[in-house]
């Protein structure tokens, strides 16, 4: 019997997205990954304000750490706020650790955040990307077919 496919993330609320990724990197394969947070942070999360478009995540010491991920201070807080650009550590299972390990060292490829996001429980989860940079021309092609296909559906919009 055939296993049943794995349900997309269920992203309630969405805080912060990374757009560029799918134009700078060949995403290879997504994992969903808890965020380790401390004090504040939930909070200023919740008013949705995040950025990650600087981000990268590595893995260092068996553990999972995402990098310069911008979680500002929460404007109502006290003098125990966070500190915005702290590395947080990523929640994920001792085998997807060793998998993003063997793939970042081996095969020479990155660990990049697409979005972060309350699930349905409201946890703060963070949607992981292995990926592979592309080079200059793979843009430059995917532009092309881009601009092509929106050429096309205008093109048999117009004449259907």
């Not at 969903?32 to 995040?50: D, F, M, N, P, Y």
Request: cysteine-free.
């Amino acid at each position: 019997m055939a296993r049943p496919k794995p349900a997309t993330f269920d992203k309630q609320k969405t805080v912060a997205e990374n757009r560029r990724v799918r134009f700078d990197y060949h995403v290879e394969e997504t994992y969903e990954a808890g965020l380790a947070l401390h004090g504040t942070e939930v909070k200023s999360l919740r008013a949705g304000e995040a950025s990650i478009k600087e981000s990268y995540a590595e893995v260092r010491d068996g553990q999972v750490w995402l990098i310069n991920a911008n979680i500002p201070e929460y404007s109502h807080g006290n003098r125990s706020n966070h500190e915005p650009r702290r590395p947080r550590k990523l929640l994920l299972h001792e085998r997807e650790i060793n998998k993003l390990f063997g793939a970042v060292e081996r095969k020479g490829m990155t660990l990049v955040p697409l979005s972060v996001y309350f699930n349905s429980t409201g946890r703060a989860k963070v949607e992981l990307a292995l990926a592979k940079g592309k080079q200059a021309h793979d843009k430059r092609q995917a532009t092309k077919e881009r601009d092509w296909k929106r050429d096309k559906a205008r093109v048999m919009r117009d004449r259907g």
